[in-house]
Structure formats: structure tokens, C-alpha cells
């Protein structure tokens, strides 16, 4: 299983990004897939994550500006954020657990992307 996530850039402050991470492999389905974030010299946070059956969590910080979606049959997440500020500037890592595999198999632990550089600046 992996995970590849798009989107990340330099944006003004009160500005728009999408991000989307694809999971890939004989997935049969995810259970949670989500998004975190670690700003330089702090630790992961998480941001928000969305369950098959689309329940939603969202940090405090991101409530009102940020919307987390899926594409079950993409097994693709997203995150439109929105109303930008410079504390928001991380690296935004998605994550996948509760896979099923084609096979049947049940892979337990959370799969992580590579992460993508979001830079809220003027």
C-alpha cells in the first residue's frame, strides 16, 4: 500500500489550497483516512480525518476553514482548506489505517504518505 499525496504550495494568507492523497495497491477498502501536519520545530498534529461512512474530525484550530471529503471508490482523500493563515504552514502528511486488502488480509497499522509542503506567506 501507498499513499501519494498533491497539492501543496505557496499561498497569501486568507488564500485556497485542495490537497488529495491517493492510496494505491489491492485495496479492498479503508476504514479512516486523514490528514496531519508538522510545522518546523513542532510535533505531528493531527488536522482532520474521515471514516468510510463519512464521520468527519477536525482539530479546533482548522474547524469553520478546512473540509475533509473521500472518493471511496478512488480510495482518495481530500482536503480543501480554506481562509489560510501563516500558522497553518507545515507539512501535510496523509495517512490510511484499517485497510482490507483484495486478498481478504487486514493490515492493522497506519499507512503514511510523504508528506507535502504548505507555505502560507505574504
Known amino acids: 500500500v501507498q499513499l501519494q499525496a498533491f497539492g501543496g504550495g505557496l499561498v497569501q494568507p486568507g488564500g485556497s489550497l485542495r490537497l488529495s492523497c491517493a492510496a494505491s495497491?489491492?485495496?479492498?477498502?479503508?476504514?479512516?483516512m486523514g490528514w496531519y501536519r508538522q510545522a518546523p520545530g513542532k510535533q505531528r498534529e493531527l488536522v482532520s480525518t474521515?471514516?468510510?461512512?463519512?464521520?468527519?474530525n477536525y482539530a479546533d484550530s482548522v474547524k469553520g476553514r478546512f473540509a475533509i471529503s473521500r472518493d471511496n471508490a478512488k480510495n482518495t482523500v481530500y482536503l480543501q482548506m480554506n481562509s489560510l493563515k501563516p500558522e497553518d504552514t507545515a507539512v501535510y502528511y496523509c495517512?490510511?489505517?484499517?485497510?482490507?486488502?483484495?486478498?481478504?488480509?487486514?493490515?492493522?497499522?497506519?499507512?503514511w504518505g510523504q508528506g507535502t509542503q504548505v507555505t502560507v506567506s505574504s
Open positions: 495497491g489491492s485495496i479492498f477498502s479503508i476504514n479512516r
Open positions: 495517512t490510511a489505517d484499517g485497510i482490507y486488502l483484495n486478498s481478504g488480509y487486514y493490515l492493522p497499522s497506519a499507512y
Open positions: 474521515i471514516t468510510s461512512g463519512g464521520s468527519t
